[in-house]
């Protein structure tokens, strides 16, 4: 594993086998059922106390999620806001989430109903490298609390992080074998994974995950997919100019762009295009960037070199077929072997990669636009649908407007932290950027399987005592009849 910073050598990570994974899964399948019949709230206690842990011992693992990722102290920080909000939602909500519910029952009167949520059993969880702490916890919180125990298979790269938080789980009372993490590489640990646990909670590229997708529809399995974006941002023309620029430099350069939620468009209404590009040019330009392991830092390296080859391949692409670099373009090898400045690009057209395909890099094009529907319709022009962003002072026509852009999040004067940080309500991908999305009732349902239990009083839902089958056709045409208009019953 090397560190992004130097280059330099940065620890060795055991690589797990097939055997590892098949272990893992075993111990996780014997811990769940005593793990699932602890009271909801005992579970809960554990992500409250893992919480104020990692409140406290933020500094500890800030430092690995740099010296992992090589993201700026700040970007780094996102995680551990993150994974609190999270832990406290499911830890305080679970309960709420999970209840039992009554329905309405087949008969009016005669049939008691109720829907169940029972955990599925051992949910795998395969995470990349972009956001160590909080993919890793994040969706491992929700299927514990719904009483499955989990398998993490975090990315070679970054699973320091993932061992450190599962060690502070541990720490808070979480009980061994209820989680476990399998260190190795992806297309060896996670086939095993995915041949064995209940439910594969996928997030990363599109390609890895069209894999994943296919191995648990062969084990008639559910998963979730997070995968990538070629997310949007429009910026309408009574937007506050300065608040929008202050939002693309968020939204753009955050993690170094390796934000699947980051943004890799803009769209800027004709009226204001020349003020925006210019200030955004002028702010990209002059943020600071370094290898620090403190908060002076506004952008940190890429993380690995394919990554940064990505990065080159996109904007050289570009370049040579006619667009422009306004700011950026370069690495920055004075600074460490990884960085790549904040790069801006103006007459991106089809037929680019830049235009369509997500470069998950400090890369962004900005379009000028006439009008409101050509930027609905600009924005909606892509295979992706993860997340999108509206500016405008308007925040009512801003949400009309953020309610047609096909994206499973959409933030109206915010990149991607309004959406993101509203953890009562799902967040995912439309279209090609995921399926099954976290956050919200959601987010933990899907480890759960429904279950309805219904018990049925005094008459069968038969012909019976005497009643031949013709007359209980009658009497059920007349029933289904009444029940027609009035509404209380049906
Ligand atoms: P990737 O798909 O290559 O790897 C993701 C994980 O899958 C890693 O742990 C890897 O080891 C593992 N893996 C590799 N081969 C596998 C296989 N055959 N079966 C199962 N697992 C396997 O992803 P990446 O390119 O390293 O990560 C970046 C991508 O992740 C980007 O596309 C980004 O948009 C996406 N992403 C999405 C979200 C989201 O929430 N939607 C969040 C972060 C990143």
Redesign the pocket.
């Known amino acids: 594993m090397i560190a992004p910073f130097t280059g330099a050598e940065l620890a060795c990570i055991p690589a797990g086998q097939e055997c590892d994974a098949a272990a893992a899964v075993a111990a996780a399948r014997a811990a769940q059922p005593g793990w699932a019949a602890l009271p909801l709230a005992e579970r809960g206690r554990v992500f409250l106390r893992f919480h104020d842990l990692l409140l406290d011992r933020q500094g500890e693992v800030l430092d690995l999620i740099q010296q992992e990722t090589g993201k700026a102290r700040r970007h780094a920080f996102e995680e551990i806001l993150d994974t609190a909000v999270v832990a406290r939602y499911y830890a305080r909500h679970s309960a709420r989430l999970l209840r039992r519910r009554r329905r309405k029952g087949a008969l009016p009167l005669l049939t008691k109903t109720w829907e169940l949520r029972a955990p599925v059993g051992v949910a795998g969880v ?6 160590p702490l909080n ?1 890793a916890i994040t969706d491992a919180i929700p299927a514990l609390m719904a009483g499955n125990t989990a398998v993490l ?4 790269q970054t699973s320091l992080t993932a061992l450190w938080a599962l060690d502070l789980l541990r720490e808070a009372g979480l009980p061994a074998d209820v989680m476990a993490v399998i260190t190795g ?3 060896l640990l ?2 095993a994974l ?1 041949a064995r646990v209940d439910y594969l909670m ?8 069209r ?2 997708a296919r191995q648990a529809a062969d084990r008639l399995i559910g998963c979730s997919l ?4 070629k997310n949007p941002m429009v910026v309408l023309a009574d937007a506050v100019l300065e608040d929008a620029v202050d939002g693309a430099i968020r939204g753009c350069f955050a993690g170094a762009g390796q934000v ?1 939620i980051s943004m890799e468009r803009i769209y800027v209404a004709d009226a204001i295009f020349r003020p925006f590009l210019a200030r955004f040019v002028e702010r990209a330009r002059n943020l600071k960037l370094g290898a620090a392991m403190d908060y002076s830092v506004e952008m940190g390296s890429l993380t690995n070199a394919r990554q940064l080859a990505t990065v080159e391949d996109h904007v050289n692409d570009a370049v040579a077929k006619g667009a422009l670099v306004q700011t950026g373009g370069r690495r920055r090898p004075d600074l460490g072997p990884l960085f790549y400045e904040p790069t801006i690009l103006t007459g991106v057209r089809e037929g680019m990669k830049l235009y369509a395909e ?1 470069t ?1 890099g400090p890369v962004v094009s900005v379009y000028s636009i006439a009008t409101e529907e050509e930027a609905l319709r600009l924005a909606n022009d892509t295979p992706y649908g ?1 997340n999108a962003s509206v500016w405008t002072r308007d925040t009512r026509r801003g949400a009309r407007f953020a309610a047609r852009i096909r994206a499973g999040s959409v933030n109206v004067n915010e990149a991607y932290a309004a959406a993101w940080g509203s953890v009562d309500s799902p967040v995912g ?1 439309m279209k090609e ?2 399926l099954r999305p976290r956050h919200g009732a959601e987010g933990i349902l899907r480890f759960t399987e429904s279950q309805t239990v219904a018990v049925q009083r005094l008459i069968p839902i038969a012909p019976s005592h005497g009643i031949s089958a013709g007359a209980f056709a009658r009497v059920m045409t007349v029933l289904l009849r009444l029940l027609r208009y009035i509404r209380i019953l049906g």
């Open positions: 395969i995470v990349p490298w972009n956001f993919l298979k975090p990315d070679p590489e992806g297309p996670g086939p995915g996928f997030t990363g590229s599109a390609r890895v995950g894999m994943v997070e995968l990538g974006g699947c997500e998950f993860l991908g950027s995921g």
